[in-house]
């Protein structure tokens, strides 16, 4: 089975496969997670310094943020993984 590959925005991609959850920057409980990997290094900052619309939990406690919208990225893994 090839991996499939979800773009997040700016040429970056991620493994779709390995997606947890996709969710809004705005609430305490993401910036806490945020946080977090940014304290222990796992997190990447795919966003390119645009404004974070979306923050990315992947199954290997890595957290990826982007500038691009959460209904947006869901319907690029939905594509993918059908």
């Known amino acids: 089975m090839a991996v499939q590959l979800v773009n997040v925005g700016f040429g970056n991609v991620v493994a779709a496969q390995r997606i947890v959850a996709i969710v809004t920057p705005d609430s305490a409980p993401a ?3 945020v946080q977090e990997a940014r304290e222990r290094s796992r997190l990447i ?9 979306a923050v990315v939990v992947m199954d290997s406690m890595h957290v ?3 500038a691009l919208l959460p ?4 319907g ?3 594509a993918e993984t059908e």
């Not at 900052?45 to 619309?53: L, M, Y």
């Not at 209904?71 to 869901?74: D, H, N, P, V, Y």
Request: glycine share 4%; net charge positive.
């Open 31 to 33: 910036k806490r997670v």
């Open 45 to 53: 900052d795919a966003s390119h310094g645009r404004r974070t619309r």
């Open 64 to 66: 990826v943020l982007s």
């Open 71 to 74: 209904e947006t990225l869901a």
């Open 76 to 78: 690029r893994v939905a």
